[in-house]
């Protein structure tokens, strides 16, 4: 059975090295989060849970997910103060990163347990490619959340071990949050749990076991007591639906896009895997290579299955960041305990690669705003500020989901000040006729145009030209669409 740090009262040298390596982690992704913070929050729900704070000046939340409030206080901050639109949108970036840090402060100085803190950054890293370019996601909230229960189960021996109310309420504490993320992270919670019961052999533990009944005992309570919206429900169908068509599963697009993401986005993690893998067989841990091969295939099929029917990417890739559990687990019993100056160093590769990887897709985002600006630059101008355009027009393959394109282009051109502001909106038959005629009117999403109501949207931000929407020939639009079929990020 491995053995972990008994002692809570000092720190060796393998964990002031992980100390300062997670603080310089922590400052780079601070610094990114400042730098690249159109590509990361100009899109998708990010560009969406802005628009609402702005309107609203409070917290806010979809499908029951408050964790997204931890993120809030900067940029609510920043609205209260009279801040402009870019700083507000560079602290709600920042902001996002600072609750990862915190977390990680939490486990290392407050757990007392630095190789845990490694556990996190590797995490948030190691998996994570275009996800870091959508701002809000409480997924990338949940991963973290995920460590620090970690850090809570294999902190040292002396540490809070007498008080069982202790023991009960730290763990439920941190699944509570977690499952106010993203219910779905319960699931990869509970392999972490029955990977230390595994390899600690606490079969008779009772820890343990409390540890194991809360995420589903919480998980029970989100479902029958909060119930799952029809969002989280249509992900449970699908998964069934996807299992009653077993023998085709190796030809959905899903699966695809998973091979795709492994070889080509995340092939560190792969061969990391594979060696974790062949090191467990090597060494006769039969029970620990059988779990984790067990689990893994339960969770690959189980995210494949969800998106069966194939969807953008940007929601497929989210429950790919925990992928790193089954090569860290392992890594961290067998390994972290052992080699200080070979953890450090194995823990500076896979920093640098996942975050070389994160920033080589900040040209994709990029790109995403330079076709904006094309539009715009063609259709618009100082009378026109309003853009119509037919579905068919939208470059799927660019952008991903339309429906927060009018968001995005009214947030990315305000930048430069109120009147600068513009929108786009793609037209697919939504009933939106009761807005053209509006000449204050604002089209926002589909399923509820007028959720963002043109005349209420505020003048320190937006300045948007009265008149109806600009619906011109789409032929430029098409032709930028057919230019940007195929490409990836």
Avoid at 261 to 288: N, Q, R, S
Avoid at 306 to 322: H, L, R, T
Avoid at 363 to 389: C, M, T
């Amino acid at each position: 059975m491995p053995e972990l740090n008994t002692r809570s009262n000092l720190f060796g040298s393998n964990d002031q090295s992980l100390i300062i390596l997670g603080h310089v982690f922590f400052g780079g992704m601070l610094v990114m989060a400042t730098l690249l913070y159109k590509e990361r929050m100009l899109t998708f729900d990010a560009a969406f849970y802005t628009m609402r704070m702005l309107l609203e000046e409070g917290f806010i939340s979809e499908h029951q997910r408050y964790v997204n409030w931890l993120a809030m206080p900067l940029p609510l901050l920043g609205i209260k103060a009279g801040a402009s639109l870019k700083t507000i949108i560079i602290l709600y970036s920042v902001g996002l990163i600072l609750v990862h840090y915190v977390l990680w402060l939490i486990a290392v100085y407050g757990l007392r347990n630095p190789k845990a803190g490694a556990f996190m950054m590797l995490l948030m890293c190691m998996a994570v490619r275009n996800k870091y370019y959508m701002g809000v996601s409480e997924l990338h909230i949940s991963a973290t959340f995920l460590g620090l229960f970690f850090a809570w189960i294999t902190r040292p021996k002396d540490l809070l071990n007498r008080n069982w109310l202790w023991k009960i309420l730290i763990p439920f504490a941190i699944v509570a949050a977690v499952s106010l993320g993203n219910p779905i992270a319960i699931i990869p919670l509970c392999i972490i749990i029955g990977g230390d019961i595994v390899v600690r052999s606490r079969w008779t533990d009772p820890e343990a076991w409390i540890q194991a009944s809360i995420p589903l005992l919480m998980f029970g309570v989100k479902k029958y007591y909060f119930t799952f919206d029809d969002y989280e429900n249509n992900k449970i169908n699908l998964l069934i639906e996807a299992f009653g068509q077993w023998k085709n599963w190796l030809t959905f697009p899903s699966v695809d896009f998973y091979k795709h993401f492994l070889i080509h986005d995340a092939p560190l993690l792969l061969l990391l895997t594979f060696c974790v893998g062949a090191y467990l067989f090597f060494k006769k841990k039969w029970m620990e290579l059988a779990y984790l091969l067990l689990m893994g295939a339960g969770y690959s099929l189980m995210i494949t299955g969800v998106y069966y029917k194939g969807a953008s990417i940007n929601m497929q890739e989210g429950y790919y960041m925990f992928l790193p559990i089954f090569a860290l687990l392992p890594m961290f019993y067998h390994f972290f305990q052992k080699n200080w100056k070979w953890t450090v160093l194995f823990c500076l590769i896979l920093i640098g690669d996942g975050t070389a990887r994160i920033i080589e897709k900040g040209n994709f985002f990029r790109e995403r705003l330079a076709y904006y600006d094309k539009l715009e630059a063609h259709y618009l101008d100082d009378g026109h500020r309003k853009l119509l355009l037919p579905g068919d027009a939208f470059p799927l393959d660019l952008l991903w989901l339309h429906w927060t394109s009018s968001l995005e282009t009214l947030l990315y051109t305000s930048l430069e000040g109120p009147e600068h502001a513009a929108t786009v909106f793609y037209h697919n038959g939504e009933n939106i006729d009761f807005i053209l005629k509006d000449e204050q009117g604002y089209i926002s999403v589909p399923w509820v145009p007028d959720v963002f109501p043109g005349n209420k949207l505020p003048e320190r931000y937006f300045k948007l030209k009265t008149g109806t929407y600009l619906q011109p020939d789409p032929t430029y639009a098409r032709f930028l669409k057919e230019s940007y079929t195929g490409i990836r990020p």
